[in-house]
């Protein structure tokens, strides 16, 4: 059943196919888009015109990155439950955005969610420290995803690692710059069809195989490498790091710049919520189908397989396909991978390009004074800087470890952005000195214990032991943004903030509304 | 007016208490999950029916709970806020 043989790694004709079409009907879309963006609003919020189930949709294909496809579907094959830490982790972050984030966000701000921070606070310092956040996040977020890129084209198509993610560049570049939200919420919403579609009938090939029944393929994978596959692992040793892992993965989904920005594509607070609704629909049974992927790799491709043709398991699915579909479905899934990567790229280039536009230069530097044409040119200018060094960091960052440098996005999203987001939204005496303590605080500290983690220590320069015992700081440094935001404020009271939230409260509540 | 302002934060704290409500129950579903994969190891592996375990099962449901409470806000939200949003939105209307 497990042939050694395996057409992964060579050049695909399906793939390479499947992939110029994708780009084709995308640039296609782009080109449509680039006639509709004229002004900020639309290259940054799509117009507001997005319907709650379309964004729902795009949301799904911002989240559901190539590291969730191959990287779940890969640990599940190799460790069986203890995917699942992981897929539920990444998914009960969504009520928590449902039910505190996404109406308010949407009611208050314009394109970032320093919109939301900084609304009832002194501009500038609320601003550079929230751009701040921003980048942090986006930055770790692009060099995951482009050394994701960088490996999986390298494995699948057999292009040069450098040349993949100078491709991933490019093709991106030309989806922001020209067609802006627009273009990107159409890729992001045709990716999300095309990786489910794919992922489901993937999944249904493999179930055929066993009844239709999962239980029964799950029975296969126990007969063959035992009753472990079905209990936990290794992943979680000590109860601490499950704890701390736990809160950055619930937390951080609601302190992604690139997620936060989707609400501002759509109508209304109510379009809001109904797009978190099919979001959590959507990626709750992509986790669902991963699973049954994952196992389905375990028994019908087998361990040795998948680990002989990369370490970390990441090839499993393409595997899988290989196996079930041959090289027509391995081309199809090569495709659908490399055209995931591509949007999540392009969705956070653009929240990156938000920040460096929208917050720093329009806010901070022209103090708000910057017309409609300056603002697109500068958005544009700092969508190509980001390309850039997307490209740059893709290739130095080249044989890092994917997972942990999502899961550093993940962390520094939980302590640095989420917790003033809260604070700001939700607590009348927060300040402007609390709220760019809060930011920078929660974003420095889970940084450094991140450096001063066993990760970086001992796995990566060697050292016997590391001074902070958690692989996630999470657990620290969440609550210690929190503490600190909220000290920060109470010592110095702020008039101005404080006479301005039973406005910003009827705003955030009843919309924008002229009166 | 004075009874819109009333109006607006009696709502703004049933929606306040109602997110916090619901994020509780999302930090028990899954927290109690992460501990019981962290301390009780054995008990997760232990078989329902052959090809399920108790920590296959409650995975799931994390993720069932998880629509759940998703499909609840949502039916909540549209029955219990749009309305009265709707109505206070009106009245501002209104009195200009």
């Known amino acids: 059943m497990s042939a050694p043989m395996t057409a992964v790694g060579e050049p695909n004709v399906t793939a390479i196919t499947f992939f110029f079409l994708f780009v084709a009907l995308t ?35 911002d989240y559901m990155s190539a590291a969730s496809f191959l990287g779940i579907a890969g640990l599940v094959s190799l460790s069986g439950f203890d995917g ?19 109406e308010p966000l949407r009611n208050l701000g314009k394109y970032t969610f320093a919109d939301v921070v900084s609304y009832r606070m002194r501009q500038t310092p609320v601003r550079i420290a929230a751009a701040l956040g921003t980048l942090a996040v986006v930055v770790f977020y692009l060099i995951a995803q482009m050394v994701g890129a960088g490996n999986l084209i390298r494995l699948m198509f057999g292009l040069s690692y450098d040349m993949a993610v100078g491709i991933v560049g490019a093709v991106m570049l030309i989806y922001v710059i020209f067609g802006g939200m627009i273009a990107t919420t159409w890729v992001q919403i045709i990716k999300a069809c095309l990786l489910l579609g794919g992922a489901l009938l993937m999944a249904i090939l ?96 087998g361990r040795d397989v998948i680990t002989g043709v990369d370490v970390g398991g990441n090839m499993a699915a393409p595997l899988l396909a290989e196996a079930i579909g041959g090289k027509g479905l391995l081309g199809f899934i090569a495709a659908v991978a490399f055209a995931t990567i591509l949007a999540v790229v392009a969705g956070l280039t653009l929240s990156g390009a938000a920040a460096l536009s929208h917050d720093l230069w329009v ?20 969508t190509v800087l980001l390309g850039i060094v997307a490209v740059l960091l ?50 420095v500290t889970s940084l450094l214990l991140i450096y001063l983690s066993p990760t970086i220590q001992v796995d990566m320069l ?11 700081p999470a657990l620290i440094t969440i609550p210690l943004a929190f503490v600190v935001g909220i000290v920060v404020s109470l010592a110095k009271p702020e008039a101005d903030a404080l006479a301005a939230y039973d406005g910003k409260e009827r705003r955030m509540i009843l919309g924008v509304v002229e009166d | 007016m004075i009874d819109d302002l009333q109006a607006l934060q009696v709502l703004a704290r049933k929606r306040w208490r109602m997110a916090i409500a619901l994020s509780m ?72």
């Open chain 1, 394 to 443: 893709g290739i130095v960052f080249k044989g890092q470890n994917v997972a942990f440098m999502v899961g550093l996005a993940f962390a520094v999203a939980a302590s640095g952005n989420f917790p003033a987001l809260v604070l700001s939204i939700f607590w009348r005496k927060s300040t402007t000195n609390g709220m760019v303590a809060c930011i920078v605080v929660g974003t």
């Open chain 1, 84 to 102: 699942l830490i992981y897929s539920t982790g990444w998914l009960v972050g969504w009520p928590v955005v449902l039910v505190l984030i996404a």
């Open chain 1, 27 to 61: 640039v296609g879309i782009t080109y449509w888009a680039a006639r509709r963006t004229k002004s900020t609003e639309e290259f940054f919020a799509a117009g507001r015109v997005i319907s709650g189930r379309q964004n729902g949709f795009a949301l799904a294909g």
């Open chain 1, 363 to 382: 806010s901070v530097v022209r103090k708000g004074h910057a017309d409609h044409v300056e603002q697109l040119r500068v958005a544009r200018v700092a």
């Open chain 1, 462 to 472: 060697g050292k016997a032991h590391a001074w902070f015992p958690l692989r996630n």
């Open chain 1, 206 to 301: 493999v179930l055929a195989q066993f009844d239709m029944n999962p239980l029964h393929l799950f029975a296969a994978a126990q007969a063959k490498y035992g009753d472990a596959v079905l209990a936990p692992g290794k992943l979680i040793s000590n109860p601490w790091e499950a704890v701390s892992l736990g809160l950055a993965l619930m937390f951080g989904t609601a302190g992604l710049p690139h997620i936060l920005m989707r609400f501002y594509t759509v109508p209304d607070a109510q379009a809001a919520r109904q797009s978190v609704f099919w979001a959590t629909g959507l990626i709750g049974f992509f986790y669902l189908l991963t699973f049954v992927l994952g196992f389905g790799a375990m028994v019908l491709v």
């Open chain 2, 25 to 96: 129950v999302m930090v028990v579903i899954y927290f109690g999950f992460l501990l019981l994969v962290a301390f009780n190891k054995e008990g997760l592996g232990t078989p329902i029916v052959p090809g399920l375990s108790v920590g296959i099962f409650l995975g799931a449901m994390v993720i069932v709970l998880t629509w759940a409470v998703t499909l609840f806000y949502v039916r909540w939200a549209n029955a219990n806020v749009d309305e009265e949003i709707k109505r206070l939105n009106a009245r501002r209307g209104g009195a200009r």
